[in-house]
């Protein structure tokens, strides 16, 4: 199974501030795919962003940002302008025809 | 609107019985795959399938079964001689990366499972 690694397990922001959550991973392939999960208080999954290894420019969706660093097997999400809605666990997972996931960070928003 | 749907949301297991988790997706989507979540942790892959009548053991398939003689279906068993079983158990289902695209993966709202 692949390794992937989250080594914060908790962290807060003030309201509208930002926030960057680390995850590295461990793999030998060349063309993968890399995901950031939200599982807010309902337990729901929720696709954040994704990045294609293959693709040199990170990946972008609104608020949300990655800063994929291939060499260094790095996948960092940064939370721009934090909304009270974006408190939640967030998982970085690695696909290799399944996902593997890091035992999540949990972010809280204060307000 | 298409997506995942599991049944029951809370299934209660008393010591020594087997009970069958549902997931139906009327997405089209080939891959399907059962998780499990404990308290706090991550999720840990239990079964996968690519395709109807084929499937395979992820990292913790010890306790459980499955099957797939639908598209639509992959039903799981946690039997008996799951040591653990109270978790909380997440399906998901995707386009194969064999197509050449990844959506990324679509889940189910999922199934607490308490053994009493």
């Known amino acids: 199974a692949q390794t992937v690694t989250q080594s914060q397990p908790e962290m807060s922001v003030q309201e509208a501030e930002t926030v960057t959550l680390s995850c590295t991973y461990d793999?030998?392939?060349?063309?993968?795919?890399l995901f950031w999960y939200k599982q807010p208080p309902s337990r729901q999954m929720i696709l954040v962003i994704r990045?294609?290894?293959?693709?040199?420019q990170n990946a972008t969706e609104n608020r949300f940002s990655v800063n994929f660093q291939k060499a260094a097997k790095s996948f960092s999400l940064k939370i721009s302008d934090s909304q009270l809605g974006d408190t939640a666990m967030y998982f970085c997972?690695?696909?290799?025809?399944?996902?593997?996931f890091g035992a999540g960070t949990t972010v809280t928003v204060r307000a | 609107d298409g997506g995942i749907t599991q049944s029951p949301k809370y299934l209660f297991r008393k010591e020594g019985q087997n009970v069958t988790l549902s997931c139906e997706q009327n997405?089209?989507?080939?891959?399907m795959y059962w998780y499990r979540q404990d308290p706090g942790q991550g999720l840990r892959l239990i079964y996968y399938?690519?395709?109807?009548?084929?499937?395979q053991k992820g990292d913790i398939a010890e306790g459980y079964s499955v099957s797939r003689e639908k598209k639509e279906s992959f039903p799981l068993t946690v039997t008996s001689a799951q040591k653990n079983p109270t978790a909380f158990y997440l399906c998901?289902?995707?386009?194969?990366?064999?197509?050449?695209?990844?959506?990324?993966?679509?889940f189910g709202s999922g199934t607490r499972l308490t053994v009493v």
């Open positions: 997405l089209n989507h080939d891959a």
């Open positions: 990045q294609e290894a293959y693709k040199q």
């Open positions: 399938s690519q395709i109807v009548n084929d499937f």
């Open positions: 793999t030998s392939e060349n063309n993968y795919y």
């Open positions: 997972a690695f696909d290799d025809y399944k996902l593997s």
């Open positions: 998901a289902s995707s386009i194969p990366r064999d197509t050449g695209v990844n959506y990324g993966y679509t």
